[in-house]
């Protein structure tokens, strides 16, 4: 490091950087990244020494107090000009770099020979035999200057503990296998993304471990759905809203598709889509004007749609990818957003595949596609039609959405039962009651009488987990005005 500094100082100071040839100024910022790289690393591991020596039950004797400071937070920040973020940031950094052995472990500091790593002495080893395995892979990539302290925090707070606890029946050294061997993918991929694609990429890789915990982060969010709407003191109208994973994914496709033109194609050749683009660069319009505009449209068309004709056979925008075995074994997986990867709760797959249909398709064991199949079981708008002129809407409990509101509910789970898309097999249900049925574990059966041929719908919740009592199902009724007797 020591000569990455000299080299950085001496092109610095040949005279005005932007009289430097490029060669000169891109080795400078190679060799001013590295300086940066190892001493964020210092800075770290010192600030949590401080953190340490700050500690509460020192009182008045303590580091921080010493200096005239509430805290060691407080002081770090006021000597370093840094954000509070940016210090409990590096005193995380710190504290895995220390471990949890306490002071006396403070990297070598900077290293006499330039590429020599600093830190990888045997004084930072602490507890790393105690460390779990994925931990310990982190804290060599920072010390060995593979990673920045940034795609350090990126990768150890995007993947976070392993739920040993949420998996107690299984084996608990499984998890933490899994964790080091995704990590280690991570730490090849770290060179490559951004610190956000990074850290967006650990989500996604800790998700497809712990399907358990995407069900309840779901639902922790979906139970946070809220839209709150006041005027402030001078006049203006305002909203705010909280989403839920899916709605964001509709957000997202809807503000796509009001940019789209905007952002323009990657590709153009003379003429149309290069004049569209031009077209959309006069509009005066900003980006998030453009987007309002376009949600408020939806708004007011959904609003003027005939409450009692349902929406097309095919929900546009979002799509989700989702393994066939995730569908049939219990807790195998999650499902995916095509666009991000962001990944969804089983559930939330089961209803898509209710509501919108899915396209099979095979692949080998080495991912590659081999077949792509056909739509499957998707009820056209006429059936939607004939489900809504039967049902009158939402069939769950009190519920009254009307049908416009509707997705339509496929009674047989289409992985389950291969059979006929049929009207009689489809129920209508408003995105809450559905999403809750699939959430539940919860079936709709049809029972036909044996005589007359009159279908009935009934609400079979699943057997209780405990128990195994299964509770006894629930009729469901129309909402149709042709339930009354016409004269
Ligand atoms: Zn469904
Ligand atoms: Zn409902």
């Given at each position: 490091m020591a000569s990455a500094v000299a080299r950085v100082s001496r092109s610095a100071g040949r005279g005005p950087l932007d009289a430097l040839d490029d060669e000169?100024?891109?080795?400078?910022?190679?060799?001013?990244?590295?300086?940066?790289?190892?001493?964020?690393l210092v800075l770290a591991a010192a600030a949590a020494v401080v953190d340490q020596r700050s500690d509460r039950d020192r009182g008045t004797a303590g580091l921080a107090r010493r200096n005239g400071h509430r805290s060691a937070t407080s002081l770090l920040q006021s000597m370093t000009g840094q954000s509070r973020s940016d210090v409990t940031r590096a005193l995380r950094t710190g504290r895995d770099l220390l471990g949890e052995a306490g002071e006396g472990l403070l990297p070598a500091?900077?290293?006499?020979?330039?590429?020599?790593?600093?830190?990888?002495?045997?004084?930072?080893?602490?507890?790393?035999?105690?460390?779990?395995?994925?931990?310990?892979?982190?804290?060599?990539?920072?010390?060995?200057?593979?990673?920045?302290?940034?795609?350090?925090?990126?990768?150890?707070?995007?993947?976070?503990?392993?739920?040993?606890?949420?998996?107690?029946?299984?084996?608990?050294?499984?998890?933490?296998?899994?964790?080091?061997?995704?990590?280690?993918?991570?730490?090849?991929?770290?060179?490559?993304?951004?610190?956000?694609?990074?850290?967006?990429?650990?989500?996604?890789?800790?998700?497809?471990?712990?399907?358990?915990?995407?069900?309840?982060?779901?639902?922790?969010?979906?139970?946070?759905?809220?839209?709150?709407?006041?005027?402030?003191?001078?006049?203006?109208?305002?909203?705010?809203?909280?989403?839920?994973?899916?709605?964001?994914?509709?957000?997202?496709?809807?503000?796509?598709?009001?940019?789209?033109?905007?952002?323009?194609?990657?590709?153009?050749?003379?003429?149309?889509?290069a004049a569209e683009t031009a077209s959309a660069a006069r509009d005066p319009r900003s980006n998030e004007q453009l987007q309002y505009d376009l949600v408020m449209a939806v708004l007011r068309v959904g609003a003027a749609v005939d409450p009692n004709q349902a929406f097309g056979d095919r929900q546009p925008g979002v799509r989700v990818i989702v393994e066939s075995t995730v569908l049939t074994q219990e807790d195998a997986g999650v499902a995916h957003l095509e666009d991000g990867g962001d990944t969804l709760p089983r559930h939330v797959a089961e209803k898509y595949l209710c509501d919108a249909g899915a396209r099979v398709i095979t692949t080998d064991v080495r991912g590659r596609p081999l077949d792509v199949g056909r739509e499957q079981r998707t009820f056209t708008p006429k059936?939607?039609?004939?489900?809504?002129?039967?049902?009158?809407?939402?069939?769950?409990?009190?519920?009254?959405?009307?049908?416009?509101?509707?997705?339509?509910?496929?009674?047989?789970?289409?992985?389950?039962?291969?059979?006929?898309?049929?009207?009689?097999?489809?129920?209508?249900?408003?995105?809450?009651?559905?999403?809750?049925?699939?959430?539940?574990?919860?079936?709709?059966?049809?029972?036909?009488?044996?005589?007359?041929?009159?279908?009935?719908?009934?609400?079979?919740?699943?057997?209780?987990?405990?128990?195994?009592?299964?509770?006894?199902?629930?009729?469901?009724?129309?909402?149709?005005?042709?339930?009354?007797?016409?004269?």
């Open positions: 000169t100024l891109v080795s400078l910022i190679a060799d001013a990244a590295e300086v940066r790289k190892n001493v964020d500091g900077g290293a006499a020979t330039d590429g020599s790593p600093i830190g990888t002495g045997d004084r930072l080893s602490g507890d790393r035999d105690a460390a779990p395995r994925w931990r310990t892979l982190l804290r060599t990539a920072l010390t060995e200057g593979r990673i920045t302290t940034a795609q350090h925090e990126a990768i150890r707070v995007g993947m976070g503990d392993p739920p040993v606890d949420r998996y107690a029946d299984c084996d608990p050294a499984v998890l933490p296998a899994a964790w080091a061997r995704s990590t280690e993918t991570l730490l090849e991929d770290a060179g490559e993304l951004s610190v956000e694609d990074l850290r967006h990429a650990a989500r996604i890789a800790r998700d497809r471990l712990d399907p358990r915990g995407v069900t309840l982060r779901f639902d922790e969010r979906f139970a946070a759905r809220s839209f709150r709407r006041w005027a402030d003191a001078a006049g203006q109208q305002h909203a705010h809203l909280t989403l839920d994973d899916e709605s964001a994914a509709w957000i997202d496709a809807i503000g796509d598709a009001a940019l789209r033109p905007r952002r323009g194609p990657r590709f153009v050749d003379a003429g149309g889509p059936q939607r039609v004939a489900i809504s002129v039967r049902d009158g809407g939402c069939v769950g409990r009190g519920c009254s959405a009307p049908p416009s509101w509707c997705e339509i509910h496929h009674i047989d789970h289409w992985y389950e039962h291969h059979g006929r898309t049929d009207v009689d097999d489809g129920v209508p249900l408003c995105r809450f009651h559905h999403l809750d049925l699939h959430n539940r574990g919860a079936r709709i059966v049809r029972r036909r009488h044996p005589q007359s041929g009159v279908d009935t719908y009934w609400w079979q919740e699943p057997a209780d987990r405990t128990t195994g009592v299964i509770p006894p199902p629930e009729r469901l009724r129309s909402r149709s005005p042709r339930r009354f007797e016409a004269a």
